[in-house]
């Protein structure tokens, strides 16, 4: 799970900015995807941004044979800043951090529905034609399946949770019941 720290944060900031700048945002937010990508896939290579027991130069020289020729310079130059300053650990925050900065630039909000089973697509829609009135910009949904749910599903729209689960629906009755 990505931790949002506000240094992650700033580091991102910073980095948007210059890609703006540049006219490299795509660009760059393709980089941070894939970097974001390999360490999901590659558990080592978190460990490795982590643990800063091994000497400088040779932490320097490993992240030119993995990154230098597979991304734009203007990332890659950023990866080496953060080698200097010690914060190669939090990589996968400011990655996660740049793509809802540009999210946001570009109007789009992402959402999620949760449910113990996979809903059919007229559900879905739905769903979404509802989240929709509860939203500006362009709504981006996403689907998950967690069977501790016993039925009916949550709706995640950025911060905000909708919660139309038995659950929810019972713990609601429960009140109501102790309330009378």
């Known amino acids: 799970m990505v931790v949002h720290s506000k240094a992650a944060k700033r580091y991102a900031k910073a980095l948007f900015d210059l890609a703006l700048k540049s006219g490299e945002l795509d660009s760059i937010r393709g980089d941070l995807e894939a970097i974001l990508k ?14 800063y027991m091994l000497p400088a130069s040779a932490r320097t020289k490993t992240l030119a044979e993995i990154f230098s020729s597979r991304i734009n310079e203007l990332t890659f130059r950023f990866i080496r800043l953060l080698e200097e300053k010690k914060r190669c650990g939090i ?25 113990p089973i996979m809903f059919e697509s007229q559900d879905i829609q739905t769903i ?25 599903f949550k709706l995640r729209l950025g911060d905000v949770v909708y919660d139309a689960s038995v659950a929810a629906q019972i713990h609601t009755l429960r009140e109501k019941m102790i309330s009378v």
């Open 128 to 152: 979404t034609t509802y989240a929709q009135t509860k939203t500006e910009g362009r709504l981006v949904l996403s689907t998950v399946i967690d069977p501790s749910l016993l039925g009916g």
């Open 91 to 115: 990589l996968d925050n400011i990655c996660v951090s740049f793509a809802n900065m540009h999210d946001q630039m570009q109007g789009i909000i992402k959402g999620q529905i949760t449910s």
């Open 38 to 51: 390999l360490m999901h896939d590659a558990p080592d290579l978190v460990k490795f941004m982590r643990d």
